[in-house]
């Protein structure tokens, strides 16, 4: 049972244009939410991360929305670069309110970006 | 320094080798972890370890052996391997282990079981 799931494996947009990329959960227990940007022979490296309490944040060309009711959030990046280039992945955790969820991260599938020059 | 170290970045043994992973951070993290990717997967989490105690092992088998013999240091034992097992092995750290603190990855340790 795949609790996080990113429909697109795939996206490729223009340099300057907008990048949006989804994510659909169905554990309605997880209430925080991470997107982490991967390059091929490197780990994960933290991008931005929403709490549930939240419908959105910012920082720089990255922005998350999160929509509760439709257990859904995107990830935005504007303007797209050419160095955005790499496998996006959403992930999820329960027990923000709790705060003893242990870091346990549930990760989607990851779609691969493309930023054509 | 925001990094966390893996070592060896490839390993290749047989079914009846005993080998280790490592992984250090100097980040002054207490929480540590091993999450396990598969070609086209996503990466799921073996085990979590919090102020050098192992808080959450998510059902490893046995031939998977974790230690963390102090804060900055995370070894994971493998005997008998399998196959499947090939993956790609990510070690990773956060200031705890409760949730809102993000996580930073290690570039992972390519590990193949002939």
């Known amino acids: 049972d795949q609790q996080v799931k990113q429909n697109s494996p795939s996206l490729s947009v223009q340099e300057g244009r907008i990048s949006i990329l989804n994510c659909d959960y169905t554990n309605s227990m997880f209430d925080y939410f991470l997107w982490y940007k991967k390059y091929p022979a490197e780990g994960p490296t933290f991008l931005i991360s929403i709490s549930s309490i939240k419908d959105k944040n910012e920082d720089g060309r990255f922005t998350v929305f999160l929509n509760k009711s439709a257990k859904h959030l995107s990830l935005h990046i504007v303007p797209s670069q050419p160095g955005d280039s790499a496998v996006y992945f959403c992930a999820a955790s329960a027990g923000w309110a709790g705060g003893t969820s242990y870091g346990k991260l549930t990760f989607g599938q990851g779609t691969i970006l493309t930023v054509h020059p | 320094d925001t990094e966390v170290t893996q070592t060896p970045k490839h390993l290749v043994m047989g079914m009846t080798n005993k080998k280790s992973l490592k992984c250090e951070q100097h980040?002054?993290?207490?929480?540590m972890y091993w999450y396990k990717q598969k070609a086209k997967k996503p990466p799921e989490l073996m085990f979590v370890?919090?102020?050098?105690?192992?808080?959450i092992n998510e059902s490893v088998p046995s031939r998977f052996s974790p230690e963390c013999p102090n804060s900055s240091l995370l070894n994971l034992h493998l005997h008998a391997l399998q196959p499947e097992d090939s993956a790609l092995y990510l070690c990773?750290?956060?200031?705890?282990?409760?949730?809102?603190?993000?996580?930073?990855f290690g570039s992972g340790t390519q590990l193949s079981v002939l």
């Open positions: 980040m002054g993290h207490r929480a």
């Open positions: 370890y919090s102020y050098e105690k192992l808080s």
């Open positions: 990773a750290s956060s200031q705890t282990a409760k949730q809102g603190k993000k996580l930073f």
